[in-house]
């Protein structure tokens, strides 16, 4: 399968609980602190996948950390509600990012927990400005499958994640339990090399997804067929004059930032 083995392996219910009951007492506190914290990757996908959740454990696919989504002006509520969870911040991290990422650590009990600020910024950037009102408690479902398609080395993790989310929602125009392709599209058709890396990962989760045994011919052909929906969306979307000078150039030149990831 593609790319490595993080996020990869067995791991039992008692495992998986320790997550999502720290989850829902995180966004509970939250909530009772008017804070707006909205939950991206795995236990994202598990939360807005209640029919083909159960794939995540059966493929392998292990929670390895509580990840968000906030706002900057929020940055010292936040910071004031993790540490009267006992959590400790790694200040190091926030610093070098220049405060647009916070990491936050609780050894004795298993816990690392990211707080992505204003955007998740790998190898293209994602935005949040006005997007975390849309959903709760996680980000909208079209962040949700750009937070998966935005990566160029892309992980069997995230090709599971992409699986269930093209499985459990159909495409649509807007955020109300359907992926905004709309939405796609549009970002898509001004950032050519956002597009380049959709459009390579979106194939690559169709190809992919054949592999798996553990999908029924029926999934592995509803899987293909929503890909080729978004794909023809997306070529659909009249392309900015930007998109279509970066075009000529190609991939000649390199489309995407490198990750550098905090350990």
Not at 48 to 69: E, N, P, V
Not at 203 to 211: N, S, Y
């Amino acid at each position: 399968m593609a790319g490595n083995a993080i996020g990869m392996g067995e791991q039992d219910q008692g495992e998986r609980d320790k997550f999502e009951n720290e989850l829902k007492h995180i966004l509970k506190v939250a909530e009772e602190s008017r804070i707006i914290l909205r939950v991206i990757g795995s236990l994202a996908f598990q939360i807005h996948c209640s029919k083909f959740g159960y794939l995540q454990a059966a493929m392998g696919r292990a929670y390895t950390d509580i990840d968000f989504a906030a706002y900057s002006k929020q940055t010292k509520q936040i910071q004031e509600m993790m540490n009267s969870l006992g959590y400790k911040e790694n200040r190091e991290v926030f610093i070098v990012s220049e405060g647009e990422r916070a990491i936050y650590e609780r050894p004795e009990a298993g816990l690392h927990l990211d707080v992505f600020y204003e955007k998740l910024d790998f190898c293209h950037a994602i935005h949040w400005a006005g997007r975390l009102e849309v959903d709760s408690p996680t980000i909208p479902l079209a962040e949700l499958l750009l937070e998966k398609m935005q990566i160029v080395q892309i992980n069997e993790k995230d090709i599971i994640d992409t699986i269930m989310l093209l499985l459990e929602h159909s495409f649509g125009d807007n955020d109300k339990e359907v992926i905004n392709i709309k939405r796609i599209a549009e970002i898509c058709s001004t950032d050519w090399g956002f597009w380049r890396t959709v459009t390579m990962n979106l194939d690559k989760v169709r190809v992919l997804a054949q592999e798996y045994s553990q999908l029924t011919p029926e999934q592995k052909s509803h899987v293909e067929s929503q890909v080729h929906e978004a794909l023809a969306r997306i070529e659909k979307e009249p392309k900015s004059l930007a998109w279509r000078l970066r075009a000529r150039v190609g991939d000649r030149v390199k489309w995407y930032k490198d990750v550098d990831e905090v350990q």
